[in-house]
């Protein structure tokens, strides 16, 4: 399985919890000890385990584009044999 991590862009946040809810992985939560600069509260990942997949249906559903995927697709054997 591919994993992730994603960034999101606390200071444009507002707070929609848009991300938190289409996230399959329920590694997204609104952050309950800070506001942003604009007075919301930010999403942020809350990933301990590294369940993250980077599937980005965060990224889709942010309407301010404030999510940043990156995803690390494991290698195959056979793959890494023929690039030798």
Do not use: F, W
């Not at 980005?56 to 890494?80: F, G, H, L």
């Amino acid at each position: 399985m591919a994993k992730g991590r994603i960034e999101i862009n606390e200071d444009h946040c507002k707070g929609c919890s848009l991300c938190v809810i289409a996230c399959p992985q329920n590694v997204i939560e609104l952050a309950t000890d800070r506001v942003n600069a604009k007075g919301y509260y930010p999403a942020m990942l809350v990933d301990p385990e590294g369940n993250c997949t980077g599937c980005a249906i965060c990224a889709v559903a942010c309407p301010d584009v404030c999510i940043t995927v990156y995803r690390q697709v494991p290698v195959k054997a056979s793959s890494a044999a023929a690039a030798l």
